[in-house]
């Protein structure tokens, strides 16, 4: 089975104006709205697949609701901790035209020391051996940083692997706990080595702190540069085709289910990072956010690039 967790998600509002300008009302021309979350956009990207997986989270009020049935219409088992506030609405502002964007990502709803020791022995329940569990994004800001490490260090002593894609302090702490697999992307990668990963170079030199730290394999993604697939024995690299983005927000998370689903398959590492990068290209090609065809996957996998690099 195959668990994601989301402590942290939230409904993307995306809204397309003709310029953007300061100190004036603006009128949107188009506004979209996608349910998301990272651990819930593994789970979308995961059933592309054809593989089912519970997706588990802390929601709230008419958002969450939201969030809940649209998992649902997809399939998709939930089993949420509602908690008293609504879950976070977080807004896009993209020009029609032009290349400004304005973001901004709300901190997310108030998480009480009960709704945390709700949640927790909810996995808790779950946790056995030979199961997946994809802890996934931010933490809403009143959950404790080494909330993913504690997971980690549970869900590990029963026996199952843990995919880890967060960033900050989270990270850190996540990575002493020694996951199976880290997928940070490229600045999320340097702030835990202490240098800017710019290109594969500096992958290859990030990798290696992170498998000292005990980590089995390391996916440290880098947008159109594709991935550095690192385990204990080898590093590949593979690069994605030169592709027409449409929306690259969640295509990581889109990768990583990729990553999972040729693990599970058995394959070999090589052909893994193929996979996962080609899928990657797909989603950042795709309007919706994480959103890919797998067909568009195939297609792009034998432009993929890829090289191994032996570390041994
Ligand atoms: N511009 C691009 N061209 C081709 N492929 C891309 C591009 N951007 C992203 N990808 C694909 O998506 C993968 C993940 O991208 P990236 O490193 O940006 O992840 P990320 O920052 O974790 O994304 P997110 O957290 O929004 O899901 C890349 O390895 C690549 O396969
Ligand atoms: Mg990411």
Redesign the pocket.
């Given at each position: 089975m195959i668990f994601t967790l989301t402590p942290n998600p939230s409904i993307d509002r995306s809204l397309t104006i003709p310029q953007i300008r300061f100190n004036s009302v603006l009128r949107s021309q188009k506004m979209r709205l996608d349910w998301g979350g990272?651990g819930f956009n593994v789970s979308r990207s995961l059933q592309q697949f054809g593989v089912d997986s519970m997706a588990i989270a802390w929601v709230g009020g008419g958002s969450g609701k939201m969030l809940a049935d649209g998992l649902q219409s997809l399939g998709i088992q939930t089993d949420f901790v509602w908690v008293d506030n609504d879950t976070r609405t977080n807004t896009r502002i993209d020009e029609a035209e032009g290349d400004w964007y304005i973001k901004v990502n709300e901190p997310g709803p108030a998480i009480t020391r009960g709704d945390i020791e709700q949640l927790y022995q909810k996995v808790e329940g779950y946790a056995k051996k030979d199961d997946i569990w994809v802890l996934s994004g931010s933490l809403p800001p009143d959950v404790p940083s080494e909330f993913y490490a504690d997971l980690i260090r549970l869900f590990k002593s029963r026996g199952a692997r843990v995919y880890l894609?967060t960033s900050g302090a989270p990270l850190r702490y996540g990575c002493q706990a020694e996951p199976y697999l880290v997928?940070p992307?490229a600045n999320?990668a340097g702030s835990i080595v202490g240098f800017e990963v710019a290109d594969q170079e500096d992958a290859k030199r990030a990798a290696l702190p992170f498998l000292r730290m005990g980590i089995d394999y390391l996916a440290l993604?880098m947008g159109s540069m594709g991935l550095l697939y690192a385990t204990q024995k080898e590093m590949i690299h593979a690069k994605p085709p030169k592709i027409k983005v449409k929306n690259e927000s969640g295509a990581?998370?889109s990768l990583l289910a990729a990553l999972i689903y040729g693990q599970t398959r058995g394959w070999e590492p090589v052909e893994i990072a193929r996979w996962a990068v080609a899928t990657g290209a797909a989603a950042a090609e795709t309007e919706g956010v994480s959103e890919f065809d797998v067909r568009r996957t195939k297609e792009i996998l034998p432009e993929v690039q890829s090289q191994i690099i032996n570390v041994m």
């Open positions: 990272k894609d997928k992307n999320e993604t990581g998370d």
